[in-house]
């Protein structure tokens, strides 16, 4: 899960971490209300999308006079930004954050991140830019980032000596930020050192455990419902797959527990020169209900010719499925044929409740029969069709 | 002999009067010598009651004590599954089958970080578990699809290896064990723990990795193959459809990495049981 810079921003400000004064804001005039309030010569007028790449986008802009603030936050507010981060259609900026400007002598990138080889968090930094090679630490989880540790990241990276203990505050309360509220990436790009000898963070950006939010309701609280990260859904129900990017136009809707059946099952089916349509995961906790309600749109799509549905249970239970299967089919357009591929727990019970559901099933006994059954039926549904 | 579960193990199960624990627990009770293997649960709020005829203790220590438990799985939510591993661990059981998902990364690392220097092995978090056919199951995988035989089996997802391991019985095939690793940014045992296993296993003569595109275990895993396995071993990659873009480089990357360090890749995922039927007929075998 990902939040704005500017509740990254005060994340870090909680814990000690230094960043610009600074305050977000949803109108040119809020946004000069909160330049006058701040003070100083010059304030960065910053657009909060959950995407990086907006300074060459336009979204982060200098202003040095208050009607500069007011320009730059009317340009900003409500258009489309495009950058590399964010896909061809964009986002749409509906916030702003208003900070003072900072006089910068030297700047930095810090990322934290889980490293899978050391099963540790691994703090690395350089200069912007990637300059100076980059200087990475495995932070003992019992100790936390060590002050030496801290102090040697930052003489590596050229911070003079009377900036060491500010930089290894923020590097330290950094951690600790990151730790304490189960963050999963973390990156400070840039984090500078001002021509006053402070350091700050002028960018921040967070990434969450979703498994973890159960006990960070602060950070929870801050997930925004147009922005829900596909795929990681906790509670067990039914999701979508983000099958990295594969579209998905085809004629056959897919019902599969797993990733690795689903990414299976979509090449089994490509390679019978079917095209599939939606694949919904169904995930180890699902009820009926879920399943049925997960379906139900999947049974809308005007192009579908074929469920698939391909389950291989062992924590899911064929019989649930069946039940969900059923239940959404009754709102189903008629007549639209159901391969049915279930093995694993439950799988007789599974099997007889669809067969005696009156649905047009069409039983299969393999995952290549089962693919090769849905690709011919969507075939010759769409032949009937023209 | 088989690796890492067998006859000999004694099982108890932590969260056995969940739901989950309950339902799985009694199916492995059922499969081979499940019945005499395992030997008791674990629930600090139900100490001296009994769950599917197995008598419940406080406390893992005490289970261990009462029983000679080996071996522990764990249903634990997930919230407090990490502390479930910890007592393990502490209690001095030789082999931990985490099942749980969806456990906090933090927990892991600290956990992971815990468990150093101690000679207790982990599966998982998000392991489907492990069996050993004919001999016992640990875990959720649905047992009537596996059969005794000499076909190792390591993967790191779930369904696709019930798949992988049904499609070795249509040919014929029978597995020695069948290992699930979980898929965790942070848990116990690698591939390559498990490669090493069955390589120093005489009951398996060939190794069947499941995976999927994304991630760099299978890649890692094939190198330390190609310098020191001794043993034939198969890949089954789901995904390499994946058409245009990051997806199709990174799959045709994959496959080349495995191809180039020995591993034969079934290409049709209807074919992976014809494939290693064909890799480890007695005739290939003896070539090695």
Redesign the interface.
Known sequence: MNIHEFQGKAILRKYGAATPRGFPCQSPDEAVEVARRLGGKSWMVKAQIHAGGRSKAGGVKLAKSLSEVHRHAADMLDTTLVTPHTGPAGRVVRRLLVEQGAEIRKAFQVKLM?D?RS???ALSACGQGGTGGTHQVLI???TGLKTAEADDIARRLGIPEKAIPEARDFLRNLYRAF?ER?A?RAEIDPLVLTTDGRVLALDASFRF?P??L??QPEIAAMRESGDADAGEL?D?GCAKFD?????LYGNIGCL?????????T???I??YGGTPATFLDVG?RATAAKVAQALKPMLRNPDLQVVLVN?????VRCDVIAHGVIEAARHARPGVPLVVRM???H?ELGRTLLAQSGLPVIGAI???DA?GKAVVAAASAALRRH | MAILVDRHSRVITQGLTGRAGQFHTAACLDHAHGAQCFVGGVNPRKAGETCVGLPVFGSVREARRHTGATVSVIYVPPAFAAAAIDEAVDAGIELVVCITQGIPVRDMIRTRHRMQGSPTALLGPSSPGVITPGELKVGIMPGPIHRPGRIGVLSSSGALTYEAVSQLGAAGLGQSTVVGLGSDPVGGLTHIDVLKMFNDDPDTDAVLVVGEIGGDAEEQCAHWVHEHMRKPVIGFIAGVTAPAGRGSVTANAKLSVLAQCGIRVARHPGDVGTLLARVASPECLSLD
């Not at chain 1, 099958?243 to 579209?247: D, E, S, V």
């Not at chain 1, 389950?311 to 924590?315: E, H, M, Q, W």
């Open positions: 889980v899978r099963q540790r968090v003992d989880p019992g730790d189960d999963s455990d498994n973890a159960f006990r906790p067990g099958l990295a990017g594969i579209p599969v527990n797993g990733r690795g059946l689903a990414m299976a979509l090449d089994v490509k390679l180890s389950v291989f249970g062992g924590l093995q694993g727990t799988e393999s995952l290549a693919a």
